[in-house]
Structures are given as C-alpha cells and as structure tokens.
C-alpha cells in the first residue's frame, strides 16, 4: 500500500501526468513487488519560480518523489533499484532529452506498520491477520 508523492517544476500537461503514475506505479509492483490496487500516486507540480537550488530558480526539470511503504518489506538492493529506475523514468519523462536538475531526488520513506494503514486498518493489524489465516 505505497504512496509516492511527486513534486516537480516545470508545469507539464495532463497527459504527462498520467504517463507518470502509470510508469511509477509499474516501477512499484515490479522492483518493489507492492500491489497495484492499492498504489497511490499524487503529483503537484510547480512553477521553475517557485524551486530553488543553492538560493537560485532552477533552470533545467526538476523532481522531488517520495514513496513511502511499510517499514522491513523491502531489501536495501530492492529500494536501491527503485531509486535509480524511479529516477531514469522521470528523467526520461521530464528531462525531453537532457538531465534533470542535479538536486533530484528520490526518497524511500519506511513507516512502522502500527503507523499506517488504508481502508481503515493499520498495516500491523493486517500482518496479524495474514498469520493468524496462514495458522488456521
């Protein structure tokens, strides 16, 4: 049940945006192995004038994606996968040819599983629940 925040500059069109979850959510279920059904991605986007590197607009795309899963579900090679793929995906999409902003970033956010859940249950209790199925 990942989330992925993307925050990038400059504007793109719909388009663009939907071409983005898909490709990040693909990027999710294969390296990460996290199902589809429940990947969410949101995307805000800004204008190049409100992004600044070393106190200077940014000239060139920039990216910032955060991708948050439950905490021990992942290997650090697994994680390690997903930052530079998620990162050559966006560069691809957002850079039209050239590189990003040299200050992009792609962040893997792990949360303890008593500290989050979706459809109202905490990624714990489904652990638990998953278990005691499996013992039954």
């Excluded at 945006?17 to 959510?25: M, N």
């Excluded at 996290?34 to 200077?56: G, S």
């Excluded at 859940?117 to 039954?136: D, E, I, M, V």
Aim: no cysteine.
């Amino acid at each position: 049940m990942p989330t992925l925040n993307l925050k990038l500059a400059p504007l793109q069109n719909p388009g663009r945006y939907r071409q983005l979850a898909q490709a990040l959510t693909t990027l999710t279920a294969e390296l990460l192995g996290k199902r589809r059904e429940v990947t969410a991605v949101m995307i805000e986007d800004l204008p190049a004038a409100r992004w600044y590197v070393d106190a200077a607009e940014v000239q060139r795309p920039t990216a910032f994606l955060e991708i948050s899963i439950t905490e021990g579900t992942n290997t650090d090679v697994e994680k390690a996968a997903f930052i530079a793929a998620a990162y050559s995906e966006l560069e691809r999409q957002l850079g039209a040819g050239g590189p990003l902003e040299e200050a992009s970033y792609v962040v893997v956010r792990e949360l303890p599983a008593i500290d989050w859940g979706y459809a109202g249950q905490t990624q714990r209790a489904r652990q638990l629940a998953r278990r005691k199925a499996l013992a039954a």
